[in-house]
């Protein structure tokens, strides 16, 4: 008599598609902060005061500089690839005249991530940082609320899911994106 070979239960990755459609047909509050990250919904915390000002300064920051060259997309997702969708607090993109009307934003559209971190700190260094090296996203900002630093990561390397450069931001606090070297930024008010 032959065995009969068991299945082990297999965790089922929630798809981009499947994650949007869900937001579609209200399965989820409207007020829920979900992100799908690598094929899992994460439920965010509320977002503070002192997250939702140091998000507002960067985006003007952004806004300003960045005016008819980009786009400032606060707190909206970027699908990169099947399973995930994250919503970084800013991501600067490439200009385009329909401000992604017909489809979000794909990694080759990101110039530039900016996370603030409050209470998501872990998460964002842990768990986002090596997605977005991954999906070769060009910058990463990881803003620290706490320790009033801005560690600035460039680089990406696929294979490692990491950054082969990261910095901190020190006084003057004044960067130029990799991928807008034109566009001195001054970020003092972060650091």
Do not use: C
Not at 79 to 101: K, T, V
Not at 130 to 143: D, G
Not at 154 to 159: G, N
Request: hydrophobic share 45%; net charge negative.
């Amino acid at each position: 008599m032959q065995a009969i070979a068991q299945q082990v239960p297999q965790r089922h990755r929630i798809t981009v598609q499947e994650f949007f459609r869900m937001g579609e047909i209200g399965v989820f509050e409207p007020e829920a902060r979900i992100e799908l990250i690598d094929g899992e919904l994460f439920d965010m915390p509320p977002i503070g005061p002192p997250h939702a000002s140091e998000t507002a300064r960067i985006n003007q920051i952004l806004v300003e500089a960045t005016h008819g060259h980009a786009i400032v997309w606060p707190q909206n997702p970027v699908r990169l690839g099947d399973l995930s969708a994250p919503q970084p607090d800013i991501a600067l993109l490439r200009w385009r005249q329909d401000f992604y009307r017909q489809e979000h934003p794909k990694p080759e559209d990101v110039l530039l991530i900016v996370e603030v971190a409050d209470t998501s700190l872990a998460h964002d260094r842990d768990r986002k940082l090596p997605l977005y090296a991954r999906f070769a996203i060009p910058e990463v900002w990881l803003i620290n609320i706490g320790a009033r630093a801005v560690t600035i990561h460039r680089d990406p390397r696929l294979e490692q899911a990491s950054y082969a450069t990261a910095f901190p931001l020190e006084p003057p606090g004044l960067i130029r994106p990799v991928m807008l070297p034109d566009l001195e930024l001054d970020l003092t008010a972060l650091v």
